[in-house]
């Protein structure tokens, strides 16, 4: 019944920006957090930055701080990833998640609900 759906992946040169969005349906009343992910050929998926839905409470990855800001629009059950400085090791598909509850937001299993991904490339 819950549905994720990412948007405003492509291919952007290294330096600029992205932003992606994620739209959720369904249950949304139950999701107590919210995170992105990434996962390039080969690797693992990994953690990338998280909100808590009802509050301002984020997190993010050593290695975009500074770079990415997560943020979101409750009354349009949308979570947004504002990415910059982009840099050719953020190539990657992005996947957003849904957790009801989370005590450790960057660990892929506490989350219950994934979307499809969307596709960031960043050339050289």
């Known amino acids: 019944q819950v549905q994720l759906v990412e948007s405003g992946g492509g291919l952007v040169q290294a330096g600029g920006s992205l932003r992606l969005s994620c739209a959720a349906s369904?249950?949304?009343?139950?999701?107590?957090?919210m995170g992105w992910f990434h996962q390039a050929p080969g690797k693992p998926r990994e953690f990338v930055a998280a909100i808590r839905w009802t509050g301002v409470t984020t997190g993010y990855a050593d290695s975009v701080k500074g770079r990415f800001t997560i943020s979101r629009d409750n009354a349009k059950n949308t979570v947004y990833l504002q990415m910059n400085s982009l840099k050719p090791e953020d190539t990657a598909v992005y996947y957003c998640?849904?957790?009801?509850?989370?005590?450790?937001?960057?660990?892929?299993?506490?989350?219950?609900?994934w979307g499809q991904g969307t596709q960031v490339t960043v050339s050289s």
């Open positions: 369904g249950r949304t009343f139950s999701f107590g957090t």
């Open positions: 998640a849904a957790a009801r509850y989370s005590t450790n937001w960057s660990r892929p299993d506490e989350y219950n609900y």
